[in-house]
C-alpha cells in the first residue's frame, strides 16, 4: 500500500475527513491523495493558496504575520493546516485533519524573505494539534522539491495518523 493509501485508509478507519491548503505544490499534493480509490470517502477538498494575500483571505493566515516573516514560515504552515480545515467545511462541519504546504521551489529565492530555494514546511493540524515541520528537501530542479514536499507531506500525515496518541 502507497503512503497516499495508507493516509486515505486511515482516516477512513477513524471516520475523520481531510482538507488540504497547498501553495509551492500547487495542488499536487491534493491529486496525489485523490489518486487513491476510495479518496472521496474522507477529502473534503483542497485550496490552491499561491498568492500570499489568498493565504490571508481565504484560508485566514495573520495579515500581520505574512507582513513580517512572509509566506514561508512555520506559523504561517500552521494556520493554513488549520484555516484550511474550516474553508473545507461540509455541512457546518470543518475537517478534522489539514494538511497543508508552503515554501521556496526555485529557480529564485523568496522574493520578500530572500529565503533560499528548498525551504519547504509542512503543516499538519488535527483536533487542538497544529505542528509545523521544516523538510529537508535535497537540492534540485523545481518539480523535484515540489515532488519531495508531496511525499514528505504525505508522510508526516501518515506517521501523524498511526501516532498513538491519534489512535483512538
Given amino acids: 500500500m502507497s503512503s497516499a493509501a495508507a493516509v486515505i485508509e486511515r ?5 475523520l475527513r481531510l482538507a488540504i491548503a ?11 491523495l485523490v489518486g487513491v480509490p476510495g479518496a472521496s470517502r474522507v477529502v473534503s477538498g483542497g485550496v490552491i493558496a499561491y498568492d500570499t494575500a489568498i493565504k490571508a483571505s481565504l484560508l485566514g493566515v495573520s495579515q500581520e504575520r505574512l507582513s513580517v516573516y512572509g509566506p514561508v514560515d512555520a506559523e504561517v504552515a500552521k494556520q493554513m493546516a488549520a484555516g484550511v480545515r474550516r474553508t473545507c467545511a461540509v455541512a457546518g462541519v470543518p475537517a478534522q485533519l489539514g ?3 508552503t515554501g521556496v521551489a526555485g529557480p ?7 529565503q533560499p530555494v528548498g525551504t ?3 503543516g499538519l493540524s488535527l483536533g487542538e494539534m497544529t505542528k509545523a515541520i521544516l523538510v529537508d ?8 522539491i515540489r515532488e519531495a514536499t508531496v511525499i514528505a507531506a504525505i508522510n508526516a500525515a501518515q506517521e501523524l495518523l498511526t501516532h ?3 489512535s483512538s
Fill in 164 to 166: 498513538p496518541d491519534f
Fill in 99 to 101: 494538511i497543508s504546504t
Fill in 137 to 144: 528537501v535535497a537540492p534540485g530542479s523545481r518539480q523535484q
Fill in 120 to 122: 519547504v514546511w509542512v
Fill in 11 to 15: 482516516c477512513a478507519e477513524l471516520g
Fill in 108 to 114: 529564485d529565492p523568496d522574493p520578500q524573505t530572500g
Fill in 22 to 32: 497547498e501553495s509551492l505544490t500547487g495542488g499536487m499534493l491534493c491529486a496525489t
